[in-house]
């Protein structure tokens, strides 16, 4: 019973240490002999079973005082017939001369099971750095100064982008100085809507009145604001070039229009009493000032677009299907 007992805590242990036994570890590198300041390649790697973790030696920017790292790859894993194979590589180099030893690395690995550290330990290496041999029987020779190379576009382009921004600005300046000398705004205001004819016509029509030019004596300048109102309007509204047109031809082509008799009415009277006033110097009355501005407004308001009011679509469905 004892020796069961024996048995059963050794194999479990056994289990663990001989994986652990073997467990290979090397180090290499590329060359044994390399010139001062040579790249040259080293790699590390061991080889475990597939249950064990292993913990790589670290190194900082130094293999050992002599010998730099220049750069440092990934842990690579590679399966092979007896587990796998760990490996990571480096770009060494030296810029001191002499024969150095890289001495053996210890790598330490567990079971994925097991809390417990094993050690492997790498083979010693060596390297020899050489220094270029100088011939002292030959003459020195002149240093050579820097080689001169072509510019090439993308060299030149930043500078392109500069001196186009700098032209751009001088351009700017001086248009923001002409504006300011000539006291212009810098950024011209968003023009306004224009408005409907006929609210522009109503409102220098009110204008007109609160004016009260005629009773002042100016009666041909009042008629002749009140007409050049009524052309304004008639141009705005039917588009035809009535600043140009007489009385008369403004008449005929309001009745080609089809205007309703008494707003043409209105209009009439208007222009012929103004045609009296302006070129016959005619006088009339103070009612009739009032009654012509007044023509005018009529006119307007007789005239103007009216707005087109579409039926919701329910209501035009019912009518149709009653």
């Known amino acids: ?109 567990h079971h994925l099971e097991d809390s417990v550290l094993y050690r492997a330990n790498t083979n010693t290496l060596y390297l020899m750095v050489n220094t270029p041999e100088v011939d002292t029987t030959q003459a020195f020779k002149a240093i050579k100064g820097p080689v001169s190379e072509p510019y090439t576009f993308m060299e030149i382009f930043p500078w392109i982008l500069l001196g186009v921004a700098l032209i751009g600005g001088i351009i700017v300046l001086i248009w923001y100085l002409k504006r300011r000398q000539q006291k212009k705004p810098i950024f011209r205001p968003k023009p306004k809507p224009a408005l409907p004819a006929d609210v522009l016509a109503l409102q220098k029509l009110e204008e007109l009145r609160l004016a009260k030019i005629w009773q002042q004596g100016k009666l041909k300048a009042y008629y002749t604001d009140l007409t050049d109102i009524a052309r304004e309007y008639f141009e705005g509204r039917y588009q035809f070039d009535a600043m140009e047109m007489t009385s008369d031809e403004i008449l005929e082509k309001l009745k080609i229009l089809d205007v309703n008799d008494e707003a043409y009415g209105k209009m009439k009277s208007m ?16 009612l009739e000032n009032d009654v012509s501005l007044n023509h005018c407004v009529d006119f307007v308001k007789e005239t103007k677009p009216v707005p087109v009011v579409s039926e919701p679509a329910e209501k035009t469905l019912t ?4």
Do not use: C
């Open 271 to 286: 222009l012929q009493l103004a045609d009296l006033v302006k070129f016959a110097k005619a006088h009339p009355t103070p």
């Open 319 to 322: 009518e149709k299907e009653a």
């Open 1 to 109: 019973m004892k020796k069961l007992l024996i048995i059963g805590f050794i194999l479990p242990w056994l289990a663990l240490k001989t994986p652990a036994q073997n467990v290979e570890a090397y180090a290499r590198l590329d060359s044994a002999s390399i010139m001062i300041g040579d790249q040259i390649g080293f790699e590390l790697g061991i080889t475990v079973p597939e249950s064990f973790v292993v913990s790589f030696p670290f190194f900082t920017d130094t293999i050992t005082q002599n010998i730099e790292i220049i750069r440092k790859d990934p842990i690579d894993t590679l399966p092979v017939s007896n587990g796998l194979l760990m490996k990571q590589n480096y770009i060494v180099t030296s810029f001191d001369s002499g024969y150095f030893q890289l001495p053996p690395f210890e790598f330490l690995f």
